[in-house]
């Protein structure tokens, strides 16, 4: 029986695909073999050792030690694409409800009192407080072209915006997906000096904190827009803050509000809701838990964030061993070495590495004793090893 620790509430769909007479899952159990969770902070927890794999429920992972994790030979996996047309459509509202005045607007509405005679009246005066503009008046920069900022960029473009993006490390699979109206931005300085908005889809990483800056919103035309449905750290607030007092901003669309932010009549504050709808909630709580779910018992490896990709087909009925090691040389020849002096046959074998960790899957034509599994663990550099019985 696996155990799985969830640390958020994960859609119904995803968890029945863990089925309950092999998956036993619970909020509050010890000695986990996996780890489900959303945007629950794992930094400040003591992440138990019987733990195999994580799977976030999502796209951004800065809520989980990856690093740690890679050290441990834990894989982590996420949901790439599965919640990035939720977050595609709150942009896009984003945009709309900045651009049209919209919550001042509607506050103003909410207000109003008398016969329906007086309320129209006050309409009729009132509205032109909020005279806005239209989409395709406007230039929006798009910051990150991945799931989310390729499907904003592509949508953006299709209402009448014109679009420039910027993406050193964008993935060809992805270029292929560009409108090819959307322009190419050949640097952050490039994007911003002609950009009346400016919507960033990165994840946040040391290279991507304060990203948008005080020196960088300068260099944008007066009135203009951020959106950062990204996460909190990318923009320098107190600059995005300055900005607007000033007037150089007009708005600022903000998932991840502060008090500071809260208490400001341009920021459009939403409360992390980016990927929160059913289709999203389903999407991505059935991919991690399929991925987790093969993880545990093939080994097997998709959309991880730190291990290689690993996919050996198995027909089930002899034993599967996987490695997680060090990326050092002669590990492959240390390992079966010790298979052929306890004289097992290899059937099939991966090996795969990605940055410092390296992974393998054996395939062996019987069992395998423990005293094997130990002294495979005992390798330098081995950091797990796991033994996965055949199926029948
Ligand atoms: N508000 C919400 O509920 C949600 C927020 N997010 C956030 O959005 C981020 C992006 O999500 P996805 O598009 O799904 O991820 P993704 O991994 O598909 O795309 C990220 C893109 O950013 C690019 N990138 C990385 N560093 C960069 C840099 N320094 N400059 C320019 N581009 C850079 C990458 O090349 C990649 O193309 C997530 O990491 C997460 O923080 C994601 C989903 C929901
Ligand atoms: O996928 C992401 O990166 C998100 O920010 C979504 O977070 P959530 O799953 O809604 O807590």
New binding site residues.
Partial sequence: MYKILTLNNISVKGLSRLPREQYEISSDTTRPDGILLRSFKMHDMEIPDSVAAIGRA?????NIPVDQMTKRGVPVFNA??A??N??KE?VLAGLLIASRNIYPAMRFAGTLEGSDAEISAAVESGKKQFVGSELPSKKLGI????????RVANAASALGMKVIG??????VE?AWKLSRKVQQALS?DHLFSQCDAVSV?????D??RG?VSKERIAMMPDGGTIVN???GGICDDEAVLAALDSGKLNAYVI??PTAALLKHPKVVS?P?????TEE?EENCAIMVADQLREYLEDGTVRNSVNFPEAVMPRDGKGSRITIANANVPNMVGQISSILAGAGLNIADLLNKSRGDVAYTVIDLDGGVEDTVLEKLGAIEGVLTVRHLPGKP
Avoid at 58 to 62: I, M, Q, R, S
Avoid at 272 to 276: E, F, I, K, R
């Fill in positions: 999502g796209a951004g992972v800065n790439p694409g919640n990035a939720a977050v709150l910051i990150g072209l991945g799931a989310i900022g390729i910027y993406d050193p490390l964008i993935s992805n952050l889809h990165v994840p946040l990483l290279a991507t990203l449905l990204a996460r998932d991840f939403f992390h809701l980016g990927a929160s999203a």
